[in-house]
């Protein structure tokens, strides 16, 4: 471990019963931000919440930020977790959410809905800190849950999925802003099972696949590999069929299809589809562009090459 790395673990194992979460682990996070991608079930999770003292290893050594995590409550004050599940309050409004999270950190009321209210506006959230959040669309959700994650200045963020389900200027807004704390001197750790989000935010990346890491360094080094793979898209949009129209148009798109208020596209080359996919919801000239999400079998087909090689 060098000075200022983020987490290193050793020889790190997590099961439950019969099943292996994480499976022999050794690596060193960096500081700055890291990418960890991988598909759904490849360990993600479980390496998340052992880097956040949510579970203690089975096996094996982790320190972050130069400590052990487990059962050290002075390190968790230090870090922030956006995690892929919802579990909200939905009566509550997101001020009221924030501010009740951030004052089990110790904070006075007054001083934790002014903290909650500076990270609601961090997230672009401050015209709907009022509103309750059963009414927040899935985007706005997982920007409050970021804004939670942020709110007691953490030294280190895991944001686990924080692009999950958002509309395509969401994202854009939301990568730009993660890159933005990167600079600032955070720590960052962000999962997703999509190698353009991961590559829009850094070229650092752990690739971890049934619980181990399979490869780790810079996102180009397996970037042509990947790009052999077709990737599907799926948009949920007002307007499909126009949408399909204009996708039509490009040679990168190989195929599409529709479904009931959506249309799923393949595509060669994803970074060219999503630059266009948002300046398009940005122009609006195919109507409200409401979701985008991957499914998770495009990185699958890469990783069975992978482990087989």
Known sequence: MTAGDLVTAEHLSKWYGQVIGLNDVSVTVPAGITGLLGPNGAGKSTLMKLVTGQLKPSKGSLTVLGEPIWRNPALYRRIGFCPEQDAFYDRMTGLEWVTALVRLNGATDALAGAMAGRALEMVELTDAAHKKIGAYSKGMR???????ALAHDPDLLILDEPLAGMDPIARRKTIRMIKDWGRA????????????????????????????????GNVHQIRDLIDEHPHTVHVRADQTRALAREFLGHDDVLSLKFEEGAVVVQTGRPDA???????LAASGEHGAIHEVTSPDDNLQAVFQYLVKS
């Open 142 to 148: 997982q920007r409050v849950k970021m804004a939670q």
């Open 185 to 216: 001197g955070k720590g960052v750790i962000v999962s997703s099972h999509i190698l353009h989000e991961i590559e829009s935010m850094t070229a650092n990346i752990l690739l971890i696949n049934q619980g181990r890491i399979l490869a780790e």
């Open 273 to 279: 589809f999503y630059t266009r996919l948002t300046d």
